[in-house]
C-alpha cells in the first residue's frame, strides 16, 4: 500500500512536469528543458544549503512543518522508487566483477556504523531515548547520496554504487537484526515489525522502480530526469518536520546531539578508509568504501523512529541532524580528495 501511494506521487509530479514541457512552445521547450536542467544542477549542487534554511524556519516556525511528520514514510518511499528507477543491470554486474570490494564495503558498513553508534552512547552515557536514535541510525544502510560524493571526490562511483544497492537490499535483514542486538538494553525491540516497515518505505518502491526501468527502458527518461529533485525536496522536508517536532528536545540536547553526529560520521570516514587501506584496496576504492560507510540512509532512521518511537520525538533527532551534517561534511571530504587528486595530476604533468 504505502509503495503503490509513494509511485502514484512521483507519477503526479511527473505528468506536471511532462504538462508544462508539452505547454511550451516548441522553440521555447529547449530553453525551459535547459534552464530546467540547470535548476536540477544547482538545486543538487546546494543540497545543504536547502537542508540547513528549511531547518532554521521549521525551528523559528514548527507549526508550518510539523503535520508533515505523518508524511515521512511516504516521502522516503517517493526517494526509494526514485533510487530504483535509476538502477540499471551493469551495477549488479559490477558486483561480480569487483565481490571483494563489494564485500568490503559493504561489512565495514555494517560493522563500523553500528559499533561506533554503541561506544558512543555508552562514551557519553546517553539517555535511552538518545541512545536508540544514535544506535538506529548507525545501523541504516548506505546513503544515496554517497554515490555523488564519492564522484566528487574521484573515488570509484561504480563500487559506491554497488555497495549502496547491496547494503539497502541487505537492510530489510540487517538493520533490524543488528539494531535488536545493540539496542535492546534500552527498550523493547520489535525487530519482525521494523522488518515488515523497511520491507514497505524501502525494499518494496525501490524493486518495483527497478522493474519499470527493466521493462520500459528509455521510456522512462522523463521520469528519471526529474528525481534528483524530487528527492532533494522530500529529504528537504523529513528534515524539516523532524526538527519542528523535536524543538523543545533540539534546544535542550542540539549540541550534544550534534557532537555526537560528527563524531560518528567522522570516524565513519576514518576507519572505512584505513579499514579498506589494511584489507588490500587501491587508494581509488578506499575513498568510494570510507564515503560509503561514513555516510547513511538516515531518512530511513527517521521513517523508522517516526513509526516505532512516535511517543519520542528524540529518538528521531539523531538522524534528522546526522541528515544535516553528512551534507556538509561529505561535500567537505570529497573538495579535500578532489584537489589532492588534482594536484597529483599536475605533478605528474610537470
Known sequence: MMACTSIKIYFNLVQVYSFLRCCCKPHLTCDFMKLFLSMIQFVQKSFALWVVLFAGIALYLPQGFIWLTHYIPLMLGVIMFGMGMTMTVDEFKSVAHNPKAVLIGVAAHFMVMPSLAYVLCKLFQLPPELAIGVILVGCCPGGTASNVITFMAKGNTALSVACTSVSTLLAPILTPAIFYLLASQWIEIHASSMLLSILQVVLCPIALGLVMRIFLKNKINTYIEIMPLVSVVAIVLIVAAIIAASKTALLQSGLLVLLIVALHNGFGFLLGFWASRILGLSYFDSKAVAIEVGMQNSG??????????????????PSAIFSLWHNISGPALASYWAMVASRKHQKNQS
Open 300 to 317: 530511513l532512521g527517521v521513517a523508522l523512529a517516526a513509526v516505532h518511537f512516535a511517543a519520542s520525538p528524540l529518538t528521531a533527532l
